[in-house]
């Protein structure tokens, strides 16, 4: 009797992970174009930037390199202590249509962000980090093509470099099933979040939404709570075409992208009941897909319902995942997915235990 008990509970749990998987994974079947010719909208390229003096040198000829009509590039070097200021003049020489803004008293990124917009030029704005590189030389157009007069958010991918060892591929791994997660939800409607590594949306919106006023006392959120709070139903769009992502560096330490993620989940928990109830399901069924599965083969190792079940489920995922790999140029990924989302598991378990002990306070 309490086999059969554990068995059903099993058969829900696949049946609510397989749901999830279906209904974020839908935006994969949407079809996008290529690139051609629309309205070119001015735009203002945001950076904020502290101690990013190499990151700032590598990749900042490349933004400002881009090409588009008419753009301007703006970075707010946050109190560096680093050569952050004189990699900026450096840059500005070659590119004089640069702009910096230097504070000295370390505003943090949202204040930074605000301030930038405050100055630029244009009402479109695009939004990046120091350590990203566009995919292509039209990412500014491929971008800001998908703004309208109804659109005025636009969420883009901005993936992680690829990189030996099995740490790069969880990275990896994580920031595909967080698009998955921000696009499917973005495609039904209900945008909660893009990334500040590639989001774009105007500064009318921003200034309508009155900026970061209800969360400026939060660390994070300048790209996920901001987003939840200007979506509607109408006004944000996706872009899915490769030549609009962008490529970050990612953390080279466990540590590193740990205290990194412990930041990043700390504004969950003002997200929307239903946008919470839809991210704690799929994340517990995962969990408890696994648990159960592992837990109900010790108990009888050949049984067939529950090896089915389970390939029903992998094959599920497996196949929303290839679409999605596919969409966001990860397909590499797919090879070992199990492994990564066991891994996965573990670590977001993790950083919800550390994050109730104490909570992070840099955005840095």
Known sequence: MFYTALLIAFAVIVLLNSICYIYLGQFTFTSFTAFHKREHYPTSIIICAKNEAENLKRFLPIICNQVFPVFEVIVVNDGSTDNTQNVLLDVKQAFPELRIIKNTNCLGKKASISKAIELATYNHLLFTDADCKPESKYWVQHMTQNFSENHTIVLGYS???????????????????????YFGMAHHNNAYMGVGRNLAYTKACFKANKGF??????????????????????????SLNKASFTT????????AWFHQKRRHITTANRYSFKIKTILAGFYISQLLFWLFCISLLIIQPYSIVVISLFLVRELIQGFILYKTFKTLHE?????????????????QACLFITNIVSKPKSWD
């Open 213 to 238: 006023n209800s969360h400026k006392h939060i660390a994070s959120g300048d790209d996920d709570l901001f987003i939840a709070e200007a979506s509607t139903k109408t006004n944000t769009a996706i």
């Open 331 to 347: 397909s590499a990924l797919l090879l070992i997915f199990p492994l990564l989302e066991i891994l996965l598991l573990s670590v």
């Open 248 to 255: 970050s560096l990612p953390k080279a330490s466990l540590k």
């Open 159 to 181: 993936g992680y470099k690829k990189e030996k060892g099995i740490l790069n591929s969880i990275i990896r791994y994580e920031t595909v099933i967080t698009a998955l997660q």
